[in-house]
């Protein structure tokens, strides 16, 4: 079974930034990419952020680039999304996942979800 809670997610002002934290309990993290997406109220899920297994690749949305990284910890079996110069538009419940094989930039390619984190940036 595997097991993601992300962490971090909180009400800030536009222009701040979060740092959200993604707690994996899986002994196979280490081989697995993992990634972020987020679902603004009657949006579809989208994919915010991609990170190889080894850490080496990085895949990000054209919405985040330059704003946000995506890092992993192996020691600790967690995955960051550092959030900066955050906008209102960045409002959303964002989710960790866990990649099972394939594209890693859409959600088909993950297998395991966290529960999700709510971010609400305030103009």
């Known amino acids: 079974q595997v097991q993601l809670v992300e962490s971090g997610g909180g009400l800030v002002q536009a222009g701040d930034s979060l740092r959200l934290a993604c707690a994996a309990s899986?002994?196979?993290?280490?081989?697995?990419?993992m990634g972020w997406f987020r679902q603004a109220p009657g949006k579809e899920r989208e994919f915010v952020a991609g990170i190889s297994r080894g850490g080496g690749r990085y895949h990000y949305a054209d919405s985040v680039k330059g704003r946000f990284t995506i890092s992993r910890e192996s020691a600790k079996n967690t995955v960051y999304l550092q959030m900066n110069s955050l906008k209102p538009e960045d409002t959303a419940v964002y989710y960790c996942a866990a990649a099972g094989g394939g594209d890693i930039t859409v959600a088909a390619g993950y297998d395991y979800w966290g529960q999700g984190t709510q971010v609400t940036v305030s103009s």
């Open positions: 899986v002994r196979t993290f280490s081989s697995r990419n």
